[in-house]
């Protein structure tokens, strides 16, 4: 069965730093694309960051130059590193493995970014 399972979510002041995990498994990882996502109290999910089975990355214009998404393909683990946080990143932030006709969600992990 397919797994993917987020962590390092947590309570952080404006302008620290957090780094997200999501281990995959059930899935041949390094030929899926890779997405982060997050849906904030009140609005829709939207995309955060996504990388490539290449490594090609892609990002929201709203962390560009603050989040940096990477990939471990011998641990079956995609990051999300979040620097300079800031109180509108607060949401719960999903993983996300899509190949084709195959799609995969992960639980999700809460970011509360709040002084």
């Known amino acids: 069965q397919v797994q993917l399972v987020e962590s390092g979510g947590g309570l952080v002041q404006p302008g620290g730093s957090l780094r997200l995990s999501c281990a995959a498994s059930?899935?041949?990882?390094?030929?899926?694309?890779m997405g982060w996502y997050r849906q904030a109290p009140g609005k829709q999910r939207e995309l955060v960051a996504a990388i490539t089975a290449d490594g090609s990355t892609n990002y929201a214009d709203s962390v560009k130059g603050r989040f940096t998404i990477s990939r471990d393909n011998a641990k079956n683990t995609v990051y999300l590193q979040m620097d300079s946080l800031k109180p509108e990143d607060t949401a719960v932030y999903y993983c996300?493995?899509?190949?084709?006709?195959?799609?995969?969600w992960g639980q999700g992990t809460l970011v509360t970014v709040s002084s």
């Open positions: 059930g899935i041949i990882f390094r030929l899926y694309l």
């Open positions: 996300r493995a899509a190949l084709t006709l195959r799609e995969h």
